[in-house]
């Protein structure tokens, strides 16, 4: 740890807040004169140019939060009589450009929190080794998780492989006294105005090389504010989480995804209210509170495991046989518009394109239709996803798809297959949700809604509705494809061992 300095940088990424802050707070503590820097890193942006995503919804949202957190540095300035404060932004490498403006500053610190994905890693390496060679100290905190690298062992000093375990010892961990925010505001005296030479201000999304998404049509605030309007009102519906969460029609996620993975809200601030709530006996929080740890259990995974970034966790599975050719592309394209004439699949594949967002429930229930129905590499369905959601983390959307493909971790044994029409039935029995985002089958009574190949002639004229016209037969029949996958994993699990 550094001892006082005179000048100091923090550089923002996942972390879009100015309060309950690590290095934030660590700067603001130890240095005389503190400045502020967000680069839209072009290492990140140009692969999503290149893919064709001139509109984007997490770029939208991440410059509509920098704008929010601009001011609310100036802010905090103005508190203290300090006038000019805000946010430098940069638009480049951020290997480049953070070192070279450490130095045109002449700061002797710069502060970053963690980020464990492995382009990250690499990147900040790059970022300490120019900072060294320009004689510049830096250091980087925990801020994006509550326990994170080698914090949580094994009594055998090992890295957790399976989640039970993980998250009794997680829990046995978590206290109050770990989930403290990390002040900001009593520090903020140290903040320094931008040098005029320096305040460049923030461009446009046009200037980034993206044009608005659909964002500002979607129930998704940004910012703080936005993260703290959704927190509060989950606060009132946390005690039911564990009844409404699983059901798509009903309110009952948090919504707080996207704002985690940009840290517009502070994880310890969900946490203490999940704690709290929990040991006052609240069944939903508890059961929240094992979805916080579900996201420590992954991003550990990832950094003990980098290796599960293209490959599956458990090598052996590496070996299976995919479907491959011009009827799994085709199966692979039904998937991704929502043409697979499974109403609930279709239905969740919908709202991800049209909103960027996905329910829980039904990620688990399309990525085993990828993997187990259509026999489709769980890579496919994992790179789709990192392309459409607004909310997308490397290690929780390897970390699912893996899950639902059993080549991860999961004690559960890898012959477990969700049955589409038994998940729509049970989780959305009224089909609600299927009515929302196929139209063409609202006017289906319930019973048939969830199969309209199984309905009755009567009720398919009453709602005005030809499949393969208005709506797709399935392209794959679940009973068939069960036995297939089966035959899929049996041809390379692990031996059984031998008795003596």
Request: glycine share 6%.
């Amino acid at each position: 740890m550094s001892p006082t300095v005179s000048r100091a940088l923090v550089w923002f990424r996942r972390d879009l807040r100015a309060d309950d802050h690590a290095a934030l707070h660590q700067a603001l503590r130890r240095a005389h004169q503190v400045w502020c820097v967000f680069v839209f890193d072009r290492d990140i942006l140009d692969p999503l140019l290149a893919q064709g995503g001139v509109a984007d919804r997490r770029v939208d949202f991440i410059h509509a939060s920098v704008l929010e957190l601009d001011a609310d540095l100036a802010a905090l300035g103005r508190r203290h009589g300090v006038a000019g404060v805000g946010l430098m932004v940069r638009h480049g490498r951020a290997s480049e450009l953070l070192p070279r403006l450490a130095s045109a500053l002449g700061v002797d610190w710069v502060t970053f929190n963690h980020d464990d994905d492995p382009a990250a890693l690499a990147r900040d390496a790059l970022v300490r080794t120019r900072l060294a060679a320009a004689g510049i100290a830096q250091h980087s905190f925990k801020d994006h998780l509550l326990a994170e690298r080698r914090e949580l062992l094994t009594s055998g000093g090992t890295p957790y492989s399976v989640f039970t375990p993980y998250r009794n010892a997680w829990l046995r961990r978590l206290d109050p006294t770990q989930l403290l925010a990390h002040e900001v505001a009593a520090h903020a005296a140290a903040l320094a105005p931008v040098p005029a030479d320096q305040n460049l201000g923030l461009p446009s999304l046009a200037e980034l090389g993206f044009m608005p998404s659909n964002l500002s049509a979607l129930r998704l605030p940004t910012g703080s504010r936005g993260g703290l309007a959704l927190l509060d009102d989950f606060t009132q519906r946390i005690d039911a989480y564990d009844q409404a969460r699983d059901f798509p029609a009903v309110k009952g996620p948090s919504y707080l995804s996207t704002h985690l993975r940009f840290g517009t809200v502070s994880i310890r601030r969900l946490a203490q209210l999940a704690w709290a709530r929990a040991e006052a006996g609240s069944r939903g929080a508890q059961v929240w509170l094992s979805e916080l740890a579900w996201r420590d259990f992954y991003h550990q995974i990832l950094y003990h495991h980098p290796q599960v970034v293209g490959h599956a966790f458990k090598p052996e599975f590496e070996a299976l046989a995919w479907a491959t050719g011009p009827q799994a592309d085709a199966d692979f394209a039904a998937w991704c518009d929502g043409r697979t004439g499974y109403p609930l699949v279709d239905a969740a594949m919908r709202q991800l394109n049209q909103t960027g967002y996905m329910h829980n429930r039904l990620r688990m229930v399309v990525a085993s239709f990828l993997v187990k129905d259509l026999g489709l590499d769980w890579r496919r369905g994992e790179a789709y996803f990192a392309r459409q959601l607004i909310d997308y983390d490397l290690a929780a959307n390897n970390g699912g798809w893996q899950w639902a493909a059993s080549t991860g971790c999961d004690a559960q044994p890898w012959f477990r297959i969700f049955n589409p029409l038994t998940q729509s039935r049970r989780f959305d029995a009224e089909g609600k949700f299927i009515r929302r985002y196929l139209p063409q089958l609202a006017s289906l009574p319930a019973p048939s809604i969830h199969a309209p190949w199984l309905a009755r002639p009567v009720d398919l004229a009453s709602a005005g509705l030809v499949l393969g016209r208005d709506y797709p037969a399935p392209i794959v029949d679940h009973a068939l494809a069960r036995e297939r996958t089966l035959a899929r994993f049996a041809a390379v699990r692990p031996a059984r061992p031998v008795p003596d």
